[in-house]
């Protein structure tokens, strides 16, 4: 199939090469022209503009952006959107709002245009590894475009199958879900990334506390433990059941230096943490664990712990996200 992207970020560039990989064709654009330089050496077809894009893909054409939430992203599904004809599709595979894609669904909708919002997990290693992908939109776009899908996510693998699953739907299995209709797959992807924060901030308060085990002011010698945490974190990845790739890159990251001397601990929120909360109070529905993840967020960037450098750790192995550099 042909797909064109707009964005050529670190998921975007590897959301193209995986998708050339697999034999489709794609036609690529993004304003600073070094990454499509390097995907045209991969045999992708640059486009000078979105006019360009547009021009050079076929109908009924499908673009994917996968651009920052918020202003960008609706400049540019407005420009697009003013081109493109009835029977074409566009994807957000950003974090957007949910919210907005219900919204962006029926403004195109009423243009004869598919609009598709696919949540996309797997960071920078998504490449290699498949990405996870929680889609919302209709039915016929959805199966149209499921080949891209399909390349995009990362199979069965060597996952143990799942019990009692016989006569359930089979994308789930390979990483691909058609969720529901627009912004159900944001949506998904939403309450994804909030259990995110959650299973962080458990691994990086477990590991403080492991830590800090040995600073017992006022308490016998026997009662502290000088543990080595590094080594901690990689015996658990052997058959533990708390055994998961946020693990994974704890360990490695602790391997390299187990003091994460080179992270201060200011951890950012990309907003799916605030818009789940915000969710969770709309339908009255209890998220202690979630909301005081997302509120230790906030703390962060004001007072450093071991913890947080243990977040900050993790967010890096998994997305490339680099510290906010010190103001002043």
């Known amino acids: 199939m042909q797909l064109g992207m707009v964005g ?22 993004d304003r600073d022209p070094k990454p499509g330089a390097a995907l045209a050496a991969d045999g992708a077809v640059v486009a000078a503009d979105l006019k360009d894009m547009v021009a050079k893909l076929n109908a009924p054409r499908a673009i994917w952006m996968m651009l920052p939430a918020g202003e960008i992203t609706e400049k540019t599904l407005a420009e697009l959107a003013a081109m493109l004809t009835p029977g074409d599709t566009l994807i957000d595979g950003g974090n957007a709002f949910w919210k907005d ?22 960071g920078v290693h998504g490449l290699d590894r ?6 919302g939109g209709d039915r016929e776009a959805f199966g149209r475009l499921e080949p891209i899908y399909k390349a ?42 909030g259990i995110e ?21 006022g308490l016998p010698p026997e009662y502290g433990f000088d543990f080595d945490v590094a080594e901690i974190s990689e015996v658990w990845r052997r058959g533990s059941v708390v055994t998961s790739w946020l693990l994974d890159l704890t360990a490695e990251a602790l391997a390299a230096d ?49 913890a947080e450098k243990v977040l900050s750790a993790m967010r890096a192995g998994f997305g490339g996200h680099v510290e906010p550099r010190k103001q002043g």
């Open 8 to 29: 050529l970020g670190r998921m975007g560039a590897n959301i193209v090469r995986r998708l050339m990989r697999a034999g489709h064709d794609c036609v690529v654009y």
């Open 101 to 122: 894609d219900v919204r962006r669904g029926r403004e195109l909708a009423a243009k004869g245009i598919h609009y598709m919002d696919v949540g996309t997990s797997g």
């Open 130 to 135: 498949g990405y996870c992908l929680m889609i």
């Open 152 to 193: 995009l996510a990362p199979g069965k693998g060597e996952i143990e199958p799942t019990r009692h699953r016989d006569g359930r739907n089979p994308t789930s299995e390979q990483g691909y879900l058609h969720c529901g209709p627009v912004g159900a797959g944001h949506f998904v992807k939403m309450i994804h990334n």
């Open 197 to 217: 924060y959650g299973m962080m901030q458990a691994f990086a308060e477990g590991f403080d506390l492991l830590r800090n085990a040995s600073a017992k002011e």
């Open 258 to 306: 187990d003091e994460l001397s080179s992270y201060s601990g200011n951890v950012s929120d990309s907003g799916e943490g605030r818009w789940t909360v915000q969710a969770a109070i709309e339908t009255a529905t209890p998220a202690e664990v979630l909301t005081s993840s997302l509120y230790t967020r906030f703390r962060s960037r004001k007072d450093h712990t071991f």
